[in-house]
């Protein structure tokens, strides 16, 4: 087993949108959907020129019509295993090498609000790419420890520790004021993961400063405490236990 380390996918919007690992591996998004853009949109501007069903009569669609929808279904699920199909690859090998993986609970469907970048935002899959690290590092006998969803890890500098309070979207690289650290903004992101991770495997030995921010989600309702590392929805982030062996071994053991 490799050194532990932490695992990001980047949300990069820009043409060079990328997974980066802490250990400064980027893994290319192949962008499925833009690729399958124009053929799909020629494909239903033909189906909607051939004469479909109307419910109101009962008309059944043509002949054409029903060749051309088959034709754009084929397509759209070409899309959708060629995505499948890239995420397995990419979550087990990264279940196998790695110790632990850490990812972070983003508001996806918060940041699908944004009519200019929601393509963009679900073409990756981030609900399935997080599936699947959950129950293959538990196959490997790993953890996966997801960071919560308030944690500045991009604003947070990876060598002093100093936060920013804002940080445009544009803003790429990071730049800190502080120490003058300059930075891809998401190998800084991933290295601050790996800190996370390396304090939640720590935990147990003595007490760790709680990472995170207080944030009230309504007016009058609960407020998001700081978690403290190593404890807390350990059942929902699919944390199993440290590494005694890989999985086939501890099954053996429990009979």
């Known amino acids: 087993m490799r050194i532990m380390q932490a695992y990001r ?10 997974a980066v690992l802490s250990t400064g591996e980027l893994e290319p998004n192949p962008r499925y959907l833009d690729a399958a853009t124009r053929r799909i949109r020629a494909l239903a501007r033909c189906a909607s020129r051939r004469v479909g069903p109307d419910r109101r009569t009962g008309r059944r669609g043509s002949k054409r019509w ?3 929808s088959a034709q754009l279904g084929r397509a759209h699920a070409r899309v959708a295993n060629r995505r499948r199909d890239g995420l397995h690859k990419l979550t087990t090998r990264l279940a196998r090498e790695y110790g632990t993986v850490v990812v972070e609970d983003l508001n996806v469907s918060g940041m699908l609000a944004n009519r200019r970048l929601a393509r963009h935002i679900a073409d990756p899959g981030f609900a399935e790419l997080r599936r699947q690290l959950a129950y293959k590092t538990s196959w490997n006998g790993g953890r996966l420890v997801v960071a919560n969803r308030w944690y500045p890890s991009s604003k947070t500098c990876s060598a002093c520790g100093a936060v920013k309070t804002k940080l445009a979207l544009s803003e790429r690289t990071y730049t800190c004021t502080t120490c003058g650290l300059t930075l891809d903004r998401d190998l800084n992101a991933a290295r601050n993961l790996a800190t996370l991770a390396a304090e939640a495997s720590t935990a147990g030995s003595g007490p760790v400063a709680g990472r995170g921010a207080d944030r009230k989600t309504r007016q009058g309702g609960p407020v998001a405490v700081k978690r403290q590392p190593g404890i807390a929805s350990a059942s929902k982030t699919g944390t199993v236990p440290p590494q005694g062996g890989t999985s086939d071994h501890m099954l053996r053991k429990a009979s």
Request: charged letters at 25%.
């Open 9 to 18: 996918f980047a949300l990069d919007l820009t043409p060079a949108q990328e």
């Open 66 to 68: 029903q060749r051309a």
